[in-house]
């Protein structure tokens, strides 16, 4: 049995697993993220990463909602998509007088059946409990799929 080290994260019938607690302090949000895509990469997905220039300063609660978020979408990727190159994005957003958080996760995968995955009986329950703490974060989830153009799933968090 191959032991695991200390940051590893790997592929537990296809979804993505922490072996050890995510430290926000130690790596931030980015690295935590980043950190999730090592089962995809190992799988010879490509992984661009993308974050602002900037520090951004963000709760314990919303980097652990984003974190998880982040978890399920890369973890749907992996299992599901069958996609070469997937992008992870998040930028500081503002409207008006609200700022917020966004998290981004583009693959060029074969897409699905959005509104289908998000009522169906056995599919997509891992998107639906998303989208509901999303919801009660005071976020927004929106998710653009297709069978050409691959999927897009965008989270939005308020800061203020």
Partial sequence: MKSLQSDEVVAVRGVLTDTHPVDFHALGLTGAIDRLTLPLRKRGIVVHLETPRHRMEVDRQSATL???????????????????????????????????????????????????????????????????????????????????????????????
């Fill in 66 to 160: 984003l974190y998880r978020a982040a978890q399920e979408l890369l973890s749907n990727v992996y299992k599901f998509a069958q996609a070469s190159v997937v992008t992870v994005r998040l930028s500081c957003v503002s409207h008006g007088m609200t700022h917020g958080i966004q998290l981004k996760v583009t693959d060029n995968g074969g897409g699905f059946d959005a509104p289908a995955a998000m009522i169906g009986r056995h599919t997509g329950m891992g998107l639906r409990l998303m989208r509901l703490a999303v919801d009660l974060a005071g976020g927004e989830v929106m998710i653009d799929s297709s069978a050409a153009a691959g999927t897009c799933v965008t989270i939005t968090l308020p800061l203020d």
